[in-house]
């Protein structure tokens, strides 16, 4: 395995981790597997990763969907380049989980880093707390789609991991005009820098937004001594991380569990 892919799949384990500093979270944490539970029915807020499983592989797998299916809640399965077995993938399916695609996992050696010019009415500030984490949560669940009713939750994880977690983690607001429109996540494991949910909403992209978020993650992983940034590039973004210097290292596969619905009464 190249030392790319290996840095890629750290920073997604790291950054999955990071949530154990919720005290709402149930984290299980095994040889074989890790799996989380927030009770909160989001495929991003239950879910299994860092798995190598060996001959009970479907019985391993079925232990860890019962979780999800007692508590009917929705959960994301990570399969990553190091997990074992190679056709876990297709053990999954055969289990019920759907294919939800693949994301481009890409490095960069922050020294070559290209700098692109910003554009000029764009501003970017950290959210440390306060109104500040406020205004970040707005933004970040208007961006990736989280409801009123799981907006509070967001808030509290990103909080707990603040307070818990000093140092490893960073968030950022980007504004144009005024107007609070982009959020972006760096997180720093030693001198690997992780770049996150980079998003804007729908009306201002293309303006700029985008590209000042992903220059600050960079220049503030520089500025704490790392060496190598890696991200999950969207399709929306992968032109401009390549322009940036970023290389693709490996795709980080996601199967998604849907709980049975009950149909609604007549």
């Given at each position: 395995?190249?030392?790319?892919?290996?840095?890629?799949?750290?920073?997604?384990?790291?950054?999955?981790?990071?949530?154990?500093?919720?005290?709402?979270?149930?984290?299980?944490?095994?040889?074989?597997?890790?799996?989380?539970?927030?009770?909160?029915?989001?495929?991003?807020?239950?879910?299994?990763?860092?798995?190598?499983?060996?001959?009970?592989?479907?019985?391993?797998?079925?232990?860890?969907?019962?979780?999800?299916?007692r508590a009917g809640v929705s959960a994301t399965w990570h399969v990553d380049p190091?997990?074992?077995?190679?056709?876990?993938?297709?053990?999954?399916?055969?289990?019920?989980?759907?294919?939800?695609?693949?994301?481009?996992?890409?490095?960069?050696?922050?020294?070559?880093?290209?700098?692109?010019?910003?554009?000029?009415?764009?501003?970017?500030?950290?959210?440390?707390?306060?109104?500040?984490?406020?205004?970040?949560?707005?933004?970040?669940?208007?961006?990736?789609?989280?409801?009123?009713?799981?907006?509070?939750?967001?808030?509290?994880?990103?909080?707990?991991?603040?307070?818990?977690?000093?140092?490893?983690?960073?968030?950022?607001?980007?504004?144009?005009?005024?107007?609070?429109?982009?959020?972006?996540?760096?997180?720093?494991?030693?001198?690997?820098?992780?770049?996150?949910?980079?998003?804007?909403?729908?009306?201002?992209?293309?303006?700029?937004?985008?590209?000042?978020?992903?220059?600050?993650?960079?220049?503030?992983?520089?500025?704490?001594?790392?060496?190598?940034?890696?991200?999950?590039?969207?399709?929306?973004?992968?032109?401009?991380?390549?322009?940036?210097?970023?290389?693709?290292?490996?795709?980080?596969?996601?199967?998604?569990?849907?709980?049975?619905?009950?149909?609604?009464?007549?």
């Amino acid at each position: 395995m190249k030392d790319e892919t290996r840095a890629v799949i750290r920073g997604y384990r790291f950054a999955f981790d990071l949530f154990r500093a919720d005290p709402s979270s149930r984290y299980v944490v095994r040889r074989d597997n890790t799996h989380y539970f927030f009770g909160v029915d989001h495929p991003l807020y239950n879910g299994a990763y860092a798995t190598r499983l060996g001959r009970d592989a479907s019985r391993r797998v079925d232990e860890v969907l019962d979780v999800f299916r007692r508590a009917g809640v929705s959960a994301t399965w990570h399969v990553d380049p190091g997990t074992r077995p190679r056709g876990l993938g297709r053990l999954l399916r055969l289990k019920g989980l759907s294919d939800g695609g693949s994301t481009p996992g890409m490095t960069l050696v922050l020294r070559r880093r290209r700098r692109l010019p910003d554009a000029g009415d764009v501003t970017v500030r950290e959210a440390c707390g306060g109104a500040a984490l406020a205004r970040w949560n707005d933004v970040y669940c208007r961006v990736f789609g989280f409801d009123e009713r799981l907006r509070d939750g967001v808030r509290d994880s990103y909080r707990a991991i603040l307070a818990r977690r000093p140092g490893a983690m960073k968030l950022y607001v980007a504004s144009r005009r005024g107007r609070a429109a982009g959020c972006a996540m760096l997180t720093l494991d030693g001198r690997l820098a992780g770049l996150w949910a980079i998003g804007v909403l729908d009306g201002v992209r293309r303006r700029g937004l985008g590209l000042a978020l992903t220059q600050r993650c960079l220049d503030d992983a520089e500025r704490a001594g790392c060496r190598l940034a890696m991200l999950g590039a969207s399709e929306q973004g992968y032109g401009l991380y390549r322009k940036l210097g970023f290389r693709a290292a490996c795709r980080m596969r996601q199967y998604v569990y849907s709980p049975p619905r009950t149909p609604a009464a007549r």
